[in-house]
C-alpha cells in the first residue's frame, strides 16, 4: 500500500516563503507521475505542480514562478518550494502520484494515490 504523507505547511505573511515535503512509503518515483495539488474553500482542486523522475516538470498557469516542484536524491520525497506567497495561495495542499501517462497532467482523477493534505494559510 502506498502512502504519501505531506508536511511543511503553516500560517505565513503574504511575501514569505514555505517548503512542502510529501514522503511517500513506497519507492514509486520510477513509474509514477508526481504531483502537488491545492485547493481553497469553495473552490476546485487544482494542479500546482508535477514532475516524473528525469522528466519534465508542469505547474498550473498560476505559478508565476514563485513555485518549483524537485525531488530528493534518494527518490522518496517531493517538495514544493513556495516563494512570495499571496493571499490566494492559502488552501490545503496535496500530494498525489499516478501510473498513468495522461496527457493532462493536472486532472486530478488520474490519480491513484493521495496524501492527507497540509495546510497552507498566508495573511496581510
Known amino acids: 500500500q502506498v502512502q504519501l504523507v505531506e508536511s511543511g505547511g503553516g500560517s505565513v505573511q503574504a511575501g514569505g516563503s514555505l517548503k512542502l515535503s510529501c514522503t511517500v512509503s513506497?519507492?514509486?518515483?520510477?513509474?509514477?507521475?508526481m504531483a502537488w495539488f491545492r485547493q481553497a474553500p469553495g473552490k476546485e482542486r487544482e494542479g500546482v505542480a508535477g514532475?516524473?523522475?528525469?522528466?519534465?516538470?508542469y505547474y498550473g498557469d498560476f505559478v508565476e514562478g514563485r513555485f518549483t516542484v524537485s525531488e530528493d536524491n534518494a527518490k522518496t520525497t517531493l517538495f514544493l518550494q513556495i516563494d512570495n506567497l499571496k493571499l490566494e495561495d492559502t488552501g490545503m495542499y496535496y500530494c498525489a502520484a499516478r501510473r498513468s501517462r495522461s496527457s493532462k497532467w493536472d486532472a486530478s482523477t488520474t490519480y491513484d494515490y493521495w496524501g492527507q493534505g497540509t495546510q497552507v494559510t498566508v495573511s496581510s
Open positions: 514532475m516524473r523522475t528525469g522528466g519534465l516538470k
Open positions: 513506497t519507492a514509486i518515483f520510477s513509474d509514477h507521475f
